[in-house]
Nanobody, 125 residues
Framework: HVTLEESGGGSVQTGGSLTLSCVVS???????MGWFRQTPGKEREGVAL???????SYSESVKDRFIISLDNTKNIVSLQMNRLKPEDTGTYYC????????????????????WGQGILVNVSQ
């Protein structure tokens, strides 16, 4: 059984920064980990993914503003979010799939295996 626990959400003004963290309860040698979000009125979308050797993939809407990283020693995947915009408001979900290492890119080819409960991010004007 795998658990993913997110932290770091909250409210911030436009242009500000937040860092989300996700503790994954299990260590994987092969993986695709990352962050998804669901904004009001829209379907859940991939934001950023990371695979072994720090191979990353970002959605066009966050590229050059967000940075995903993985601390392998602590099993923590983080998302540093800079220059936040109101359209970044939503519920952010941490996710991991041990079987997607070779296809760790956005958009994902299928639903990821394990998910966190989600954490709210609110960006105000």
């Amino acid at each position: 059984h795998v658990t993913l626990e997110e932290s770091g959400g909250g409210s911030v003004q436009t242009g500000g920064s937040l860092t989300l963290s996700c503790v994954v309860s299990k260590t994987y040698s092969s993986y695709c980990m990352g962050w998804f979000r669901q904004t009001p009125g829209k379907e859940r979308e991939g934001v950023a993914l990371i695979a072994p050797y720090d191979v990353t993939s970002y959605s066009e809407s966050v590229k050059d503003r967000f940075i995903i990283s993985l601390d392998n020693t602590k099993n923590i995947v983080s998302l540093q979010m800079n220059r936040l915009k109101p359209e970044d408001t939503g519920t952010y979900y941490c996710s991991v799939d041990p079987w997607m290492t070779g296809a760790c890119h956005l958009p994902p080819s299928r639903e990821f295996e394990y998910w966190g409960q989600g954490i709210l991010v609110n960006v105000s004007q």
